[in-house]
Nanobody, 116 residues
Framework: QAQLEESGGGLVQAGESLRLSCTASGTFSSINTMGWYRQNPGNERELVATIFSLSITPNYADSVKGRFTLFRDKTKNTAYLQMNSLKPEDTAAYYC?????????WGKGTQVTVSS
């Protein structure tokens, strides 16, 4: 079973940048999908960006294309989400995600707040 630990959230002003990190530990397949979802209270969790371990091309939500970049360091089992040109509507709890043949795993979440 995989455990996911996130870091990098915080409070920033609109236009600024943040980088989130997610490190996976425990037992999981090397063939997996990692990425990030986000959620605000009362709303459903929505996909931000994901990447398959055998792919070099991440999948992004339309709302973050051109501003966010997802990349992985497979040697460290870590996924990073570089978030540039942040907007107040990016404010949410961001959750790291890993899916392999055994199941779906989630981190505890890290809060990103963007002030206008």
């Amino acid at each position: 079973q995989a455990q996911l630990e996130e870091s990098g959230g915080g409070l920033v002003q609109a236009g600024e940048s943040l980088r989130l990190s997610c490190t996976a530990s425990g037992t999981f397949s090397s063939i997996n999908t990692m990425g990030w979802y986000r959620q605000n209270p009362g709303n459903e969790r929505e996909l931000v960006a994901t990447i398959f371990s055998l792919s070099i091309t991440p999948n992004y939500a339309d709302s973050v294309k051109g501003r966010f970049t997802l990349f992985r360091d497979k040697t460290k089992n870590t996924a990073y989400l570089q978030m540039n040109s942040l907007k107040p509507e990016d404010t949410a709890a961001y959750y790291c995600y890993l899916r392999d043949a055994r199941g779906n795993y989630w981190g505890k979440g890290t809060q990103v707040t963007v002030s206008s």
